[in-house]
């Protein structure tokens, strides 16, 4: 795909003024509201606390969700730059870090050979980890009473690469119609038996007990963006306990849940999930993304033409989380691998995407809108939205006017705090954004890594600028 294709849509930093976002949005048909200004700190809701019902305040309504490292050691433990990339989430100003990364429970679980993985042997990796984030914000902020600290406990399924950056040793639940043959798996290839099953679920159980150990305040069981947690909500074809009814496809979850209430009592849960999905799309003849052809779909979350939404399952999940004491969800949607505009909307494509099918602004809208009725559902969940990066210099405007109506708890920030770390810090102090490290989603930060590179952001991050991956990525993107 070239990257010099002309956008189709505006940019967003063409749109200077609260007029001008108006009336682009009026033309584009998307129907975002915003605040035109912004609060004093004072009063702003970006400063206002949560609190847990486990006694624990979160200090302002700002996250940063967790992402995929790919520059740990191939051993599963953190590199000085993965340090590196914990201490911006330490110093970011967010009171709530849900995550921090995407850390494996067990070595073929990895989605690169440079995950990170919670074992006995890396526990005292994480407990250094910890400690660096305490450090570091403590000595920018003063304390750390209010600041929550999550690990996402995840094993990549279908997506697992633990040896290498190009071939898939995928653990799969069953065999799907595109991505069998999209991530180069025949029609037969074997599915995971309930008995490795539940020897996964043994791995997420002794992962936790390791995280509350190191003094971690809750883990995230992972269940979004096409990983395996996610892919046992639409096993519906799958035979066994693990598949096909709803209590089937969630047991799962709930049996982790139950080994980790077991084991690490006292420790808190939560979960990041998809709550809507769509049919994986494809490259067009135009560059511009379509979706497969399908009769009937099944997607969680889903229509059944496979290209709207139902939240019928998503809010039957909700329901069984609460039930299971589960206070803290954080809501995405879709995979990055099959259909990227959903969840990371942007104009610029990494290398194995498409252009955006749509408005970037009206993923940014789905998002937000299917947040905020999953939160009017459920008001005593801790709802966390994402997929608001896209909004650059206007994300403050927006997130003022979500939590100000209620429409979510908290707000969370992934890539945009890869070039601008403490954008978090500046919106709850009511300083101006510094424009130049705005994440203008040129998608480098995923093209590099699909590449067999570290991520990061190299178009503004002066250290991944210097460094030799950045002449290799510029090589790549020109050569594609």
């Known amino acids: 795909m070239s990257t010099k294709s002309k956008p189709r849509y505006t940019r967003m930093a063409q749109l200077k003024t609260a007029a001008d976002l108006q009336n682009y949005l009026q033309a584009s048909g998307v129907d975002l509201p915003f605040d035109e200004t912004l609060l004093p700190p004072d009063e702003s809701p970006f400063n206002r606390p949560i609190q847990l019902k486990s006694g624990k305040t979160i200090g302002n309504s700002l996250c940063i969700l967790p992402m995929e490292g790919w520059d740990g050691l191939p051993d599963g433990r953190p590199s000085d730059l993965t340090r590196g990339r914990w201490v911006k989430f330490a110093v970011s100003g967010a009171k709530l870090l849900f995550g921090c990364e995407a850390v494996a429970v067990c070595h073929s679980g990895k989605a690169n ?45 279908r997506f697992c690469k633990p040896h290498s950056h190009k071939a898939f040793e995928s653990k799969i639940l069953y065999s799907h119609p595109f ?85 690490a009592p006292g420790l808190e849960m939560g979960i990041r999930l ?36 139902d939240l019928t399952e998503t809010k039957a999940v909700l329901e069984l989380v609460q039930s299971l ?47 905020c009725m999953l939160k009017r559902a459920f008001p005593e969940l801790i709802i966390i939205g994402s997929g608001y990066s896209y909004l650059q210099e206007w994300l403050p405007n927006v997130a003022q006017y979500v939590l100000r109506t209620g ?29 130049n490290l705005l994440c203008r989603t040129f998608s480098d930060c995923t093209t590099a890594p699909r590449n067999g590179l570290i991520s990061g952001c190299y178009p503004l991050d002066p250290h991944y600028k210097k460094m030799p991956e950045a002449d290799q990525l510029k090589a790549i993107k020109e050569g594609l």
């Open 113 to 157: 050979p440079n995950q990170l993985v919670l074992n006995a042997d890396t526990f005292p990796d994480f407990v250094e980890l910890r400690q660096l984030i305490l450090e570091q914000h403590r000595a920018k902020f003063g304390n750390t009473d209010d600041l929550v600290i999550g690990l996402q406990l995840t094993h990549s399924g």
């Open 179 to 263: 991505l069998n043959k999209r991530f180069g798996m025949d029609a037969d290839y074997p599915a995971l038996t309930d008995d490795e099953i539940d020897q996964i679920i043994e791995h997420y159980v002794q992962a936790a007990v390791l995280a509350q150990k190191a003094g971690f305040d809750f883990v995230d069981i992972k269940h979004c963006h096409g990983y395996l947690g996610h892919e046992f909500l639409s096993a519906v074809n799958r035979p066994g306990k693990y598949g096909g009814s709803f209590e089937n496809r969630t047991r799962y979850l709930r049996n982790i849940v139950a080994g980790i209430q077991q084991a």
């Open 274 to 309: 998809s709550a809507f999905d769509f049919l994986p799309f494809k490259k067009g003849p135009d560059e511009v993304g379509i979706p497969e052809s399908a009769d009937q779909y099944f997607a969680f979350g889903g229509q059944s033409n496979g290209l709207g939404i």
């Open 325 to 371: 004491g589960i206070q803290l969800v954080c809501i995405t949607g879709g995979s990055p691998y099959y259909n990227p505009h959903l969840m990371r909307p942007a104009l610029f494509p990494p290398s194995d995407g498409y252009l955006p099918p749509e408005e970037p602004l009206l993923g940014v809208k789905r998002q937000i809108d299917v947040t």
């Open 407 to 435: 429409m979510a708890d908290s707000v969370g920030f992934g890539r945009m705090v890869l070039s601008y770390p403490t954008m978090p810090a500046d919106m709850v102090a009511g300083r101006p954004l510094t424009r």
